[in-house]
């Protein structure tokens, strides 16, 4: 594999640091080259860690583009990656000239690249904005600036994203803290806590804030000290703000520095206040100095740092916030040893410049790949972009399966919520009744999936149930293979309702793989024999939850203490939920007084379950906790999975539990609880109109009891996850990648 980086030379900071460790990391894998514009350190230092570099001086664009066009075609270079204005526009008129696929590295917003400059915003800015659109392929510099790129209509499906990776081999510095400090003129005794920022001190990094924010945390505890290494435009302005603020004294500014190991080995604690960020080196380099970690939450900083276990987060310009984190860290000399060992264990495991060395080849073979075998396309259809969490993740385990089955595949996804889903899943996906849309994707798929859930029901609508019928018939009608994938079949009440299901079913659909036994009894009432039928498990079980530390930071946020005992409720209204609200509330009770479990009240769709929860809280005796925001799936799943029984009427509260081996009771709204918790043996359960105090108290604890029994618990999961293999089965028929 040959590769042509293109780049202006002119680089500093972040995004020089990333293309040298890059580069260097690639070039005894693969043939790269680098050609830059300019001359000057960012080349010397290049060829000093052995990158092949290349410059061509001058300003006469079109004549350097006529000497790259003619090495590219001598050479027979692979793909074209490019960065920054000038980098991306010569990229983007060679491809032109030698049909090679271009990617591009977004190491920055490149509306605020030039913050503060607005010839340089109006000139380079708007080549590189151009010059992006033109390009095939883009790389963000994290998860979160891929999400920005999708927000700008970029397709998803032609992203990648990439972390900032840093060498985590052990350093020594140069000096220890005393001696960096006294080189610095920062007076400080070692009774004193230093916080500290290395960055350019212009507007996007925001260091206002920080100052204001010490001086708050300072207030309260004197020790605390300041130091700020970097250069920039800002300085005097930041200078003049500590000495308004009175704590010029405690504020040392050092300048820029090169000799970053003793930096950050003098702090106890490492800051960012950006207020726009891809994924900052500073944060690497400050874990692997072991330093706890206050930051703005923005771009991708939020990968890295847990807020409250391995460091904090605030809004960005929030002093008040910066303030009391400090403060906490300050305070507390055990806590930033505890904080600083998680975030240079995790950075070490997932943030490493090999995982980063590791990841751009993968996205170089992706990319060739796509270039010569394209790319099928798969149709998905479902409940989805709803706020629902069960839905949701109903979503996210179908594609799991299918990118397991054949990464290269591309994906178009009915959705209420387009933008939402393209952002979450990187996929394509358009108005869920966006009828011409949907018969354009059928035309171009090689299969469609109407994917999971209780799709084909009237009990919530008759409209429902007509519009999934059409897209199994209009999919097959226009060519593609369908398949209905961990479905639940009915209650469908209404007679012709019936007779149009099976109609459709029996004309229409060449598999359906069959969440619960009911489904397959439903189906069978119906008639429906044609299509290939096979009793599987709900899709979702496969999905794994959050890293332990992810799910530690939620619950320290909402002042949950973990490793402690609690019982999960996951309510919703329902005709006749109010009624049985206060039965609900003295189980509750009960829980906390019997066996000391603190209730905590989740949501699958927020929206709905709070209200509902209210109704319970509102009623209760004892300490309880109410989650009142969505979470991704895998931390709904690490939520419930810390819970020591799990009390649902939502089915995906009982999947998502029971998928961790959590015991279960469910309150019956729809015979589909009841026919999951009988499938996996989980077998407490009393029907909503029929539930009192007593009998939910005798439930619990049966729970309780059950829970004792670790083999059984074990036997469920293994049977629910065996089963759900059978729908990995029936999705490798139809998405096996190209030979």
Request: hydrophobic fraction near 40%; proline fraction near 5%; include cysteine.
């Amino acid at each position: 594999m040959k590769v042509l980086h293109l780049i202006s030379g002119g680089d500093t900071g972040g995004a020089k640091t990333h293309v040298h460790s890059l580069l260097a990391g690639l070039t005894p894998r693969i043939t790269v080259r680098m050609v830059c514009f300019t001359e000057g350190p960012f080349t010397q230092e290049a060829r000093a860690l052995g990158i092949d570099t290349l410059v061509l001086p001058g300003r006469n664009f079109f004549a350097n583009l006529q000497k790259l066009t003619r090495m590219v075609q001598e050479e027979g270079y692979d793909i074209l990656h490019s960065h920054g204005a000038r980098g991306n526009m010569m990229a983007a008129f060679l491809a032109k000239r030698t049909g090679l696929p271009t990617v591009s590295t977004v190491h920055s917003d490149y509306r605020l690249d030039y913050l503060g400059r607005p010839l340089s915003r109006l000139t380079y800015g708007t080549i590189n904005t151009i010059a992006l659109r033109k390009l095939n392929y883009r790389i963000g510099v994290s998860d979160a600036m891929v999400d920005l790129l999708i927000d700008r209509h970029f397709d998803p499906e032609r992203l990648f994203s990439i972390y900032n990776g840093l060498d985590f081999t052990p350093r020594t510095p140069a000096m220890d803290r005393a001696a960096f400090l006294r080189s610095v003129g920062m007076d400080a005794g070692e009774e004193c806590v230093i916080a500290g920022i290395a960055a350019r001190l212009n507007p996007v990094k925001d260091i206002a804030t920080l100052i204001r924010g010490f001086a708050r945390a300072h207030a309260q505890f004197p020790a605390l000290r300041l130091l700020i290494a970097g250069d920039g435009e800002e300085i005097a302005n930041l200078k003049a703000l500590a000495a308004s603020l009175g704590v010029a004294d405690a504020v040392c500014f050092a300048g820029w520095l090169s000799d970053t190991d003793s930096f950050y080995n003098a702090l106890d604690i490492n800051t960012l206040t950006s207020i726009s960020e891809t994924f900052p080196y500073a944060l690497t380099e400050g874990a692997r100095a072991g330093l706890p970690t206050v930051s703005s939450q923005v771009g991708g900083v939020s990968y890295l740092i847990d807020h409250g276990a391995n460091g904090f987060l605030f809004p960005p310009g929030d002093d008040k916030a910066l303030a009391g984190h400090l403060l906490t860290l300050a305070r507390d000399a055990k806590l930033r040893k505890t904080m600083g060992r998680k975030l240079y264990e995790k950075a070490k495991r997932e943030f490493s410049i090999e995982a980063t060395i590791q990841r751009q080849l993968e996205i170089y073979e992706a990319i060739l790949r796509y270039e010569k075998h394209g790319r099928d396309q798969v149709v998905i259809c479902g409940a989805y972009g709803r706020g629902n969490a069960g839905d949701d993740a109903i979503l996210l385990a179908i594609l799991r399966e299918l990118r397991s089955i054949n990464p290269d595949l591309s994906f178009q996804v009915f959705s209420r919520n387009p933008m939402d889903t393209r952002r979450t899943y990187r996929v394509n996906a358009f108005y869920t009744f966006h009828f011409w849309r949907a018969v354009r994707c059928f035309k171009k798929a090689k299969f469609f999936i109407n994917g999971g859930g209780s799709l084909m029901q009237d009990v919530t609508s008759y409209r429902s149930l007509w519009f999934y019928l059409w897209t199994l018939a209009a999919a097959k009608r226009h060519g593609c293979p369908v398949i209905m994938y961990g479905c639940g079949i009915g209650p469908i009440h209404n007679p012709r309702n019936r007779q149009r299901t099976a109609r459709v079913m029996n004309r229409y659909v060449d598999a359906i793989t069959l969440r619960d036994p009911d489904s397959q009894k439903e189906l069978a009432a119906l008639g429906v024999t044609r299509p290939r039928i096979a009793l599987s498990a709900d899709t979702t079980v496969s999905l794994p939850p959050a890293p332990a530390d992810v799910v530690d930071g939620i619950l320290d946020s909402h002042g949950i203490p973990v490793g402690g005992k609690y019982i999960g409720f996951v309510l919703r209204p329902w005709p006749g939920f109010e009624e049985k609200a206060p039965a609900i509330a003295a189980a509750a009770d009960y829980a906390y007084e019997t066996y000391g479990y603190t209730p905590v009240f989740f949501p699958i769709e927020p929206r709905l379950d709070v209200p509902a929860a209210q109704r319970v809280t509102q009623r209760l005796h004892v300490p309880y906790h109410l989650f009142t925001e969505a979470y991704t799936a895998a931390q709904t799943i690490g939520i419930l999975s810390r819970m020591q029984l799990v009390v649902s009427m939502r089915l995906h509260g009982l999947i998502f539990a029971g998928s961790q081996g959590v015991p279960l009771v469910g309150i019956v709204y729809d015979q589909k609880v009841s026919s999951f918790l009988s499938y996996v043996g989980q077998d407490l359960y009393e029907d909503l109109p029929a539930l009192t105090p007593e009998g939910l108290k005798t439930l619990i604890d049966q729970a309780v009891s059950r829970g004792r029994d670790t083999g059984f618990l074990t036997q469920s999961v293994d049977r629910l996850r065996q089963m759900e293999r059978v729908n990995r089965e029936v999705l490798e028929e139809y998405a096996a990648p190209h030979p």
